[in-house]
């Protein structure tokens, strides 16, 4: 058994898709037409047959509850794992993205937390170079 598809709630699939791919860098997958929606994913591009997050849209009131909750407590709705997290940093800053907490060390890894304007904090690890 392996993780497939994976998701994270959105409340616009257009702005997301835009963040996602043209700001974080990740790859479009799957983009199919659902009436209203559609069946977005997105992969890593060091992975592109790996997992798909799969941009799904918040209309249900848990999922907007659920996420409006979480971002109030700072608490991020998922972790995206970098090698180097000072170059990722740096890289999102200068693309506009907004932090809501630098890199910081965390036992055996650095953390960093940003918004990724569609309602969700999002934190990116990057494990601590042991020697």
């Not at 999922?63 to 995206?80: C, E, H, R, T």
């Not at 907490?101 to 918004?115: I, L, R, S």
């Given at each position: ?59 249900h009131p848990a ?18 794992t970098v090698d ?48």
């Open positions: 058994m392996r993780i497939g598809v994976t998701s994270v709630f959105v409340d616009d699939q257009d702005k997301a898709e835009a963040f996602y791919t043209d700001v974080l860098g990740f790859q479009l997958k799957h983009k199919v037409p659902l009436g209203e929606y559609h069946w977005l994913t997105v992969v890593s591009p060091a992975d592109p047959d790996g997992t798909e997050l799969l941009l799904e849209p918040d209309q999922a907007k509850a659920y996420k409006s909750a979480l971002s109030a407590d700072g608490i991020p709705m998922m972790v995206f180097d997290i000072d170059t990722e940093y740096q890289r999102l800053l200068d693309r506009g993205v907004y932090f809501t907490q630098p890199p910081q060390p965390m036992g055996q890894v650095v953390t960093a937390v940003f918004d990724d304007t569609c309602g969700n904090l999002i934190s990116l690890n990057s494990p601590v170079a042991t020697d």
